[in-house]
Nanobody, 120 residues
Framework: VQLQAFGGGLVQPGGFLRLSCAAS????????MGWYRQAPGKQRELVAR???????NYADSVKGRSTISRDNAKNTMYLQMNSLKPEDTAVYYC???????????????WGQGTQVTVSS
């Protein structure tokens, strides 16, 4: 099982990006998923989280500017980020609680990260 994050890049302040995170492998079920980010010299922080039922929560720093969503049929999660600011610059990681087929418990998986740089 692996998570792959896509969609990062260089964008000007005020711009937008859509990140995607695709889970693949022998997946039975995916629980909550989330986006985290880590800027240079800072700790990794939660950006947004979504449950399997679609309930969401956001960090105050992105609330109102970002929307997290998921397509359970495709095992894919998205993060639409608008009105981007230089302080949004970070490596963005996706995370998910995944149960492999034939197992009982969920395990925590992380994607490889995708760089988002907001700069003029």
């Amino acid at each position: 099982v692996q998570l792959q994050a896509f969609g990062g890049g260089l964008v000007q302040p005020g711009g937008f990006l859509r990140l995607s995170c695709a889970a693949s492998g022998s997946i039975d079920s995916i629980n909550a998923m989330g986006w985290y980010r880590q800027a240079p010299g800072k700790q990794r922080e939660l950006v947004a989280r979504i449950t399997s039922g679609g309930a969401t929560n956001y960090a105050d720093s992105v609330k109102g500017r970002s929307t997290i969503s998921r397509d359970n049929a495709k095992n894919t999660m998205y993060l639409q980020m608008n009105s981007l600011k230089p302080e949004d610059t970070a490596v963005y990681y996706c995370n998910g609680g995944i149960r492999i087929r034939g197992r009982i418990k969920f395990d925590d998986y992380w994607g490889q990260g995708t760089q988002v740089t907001v700069s003029s």
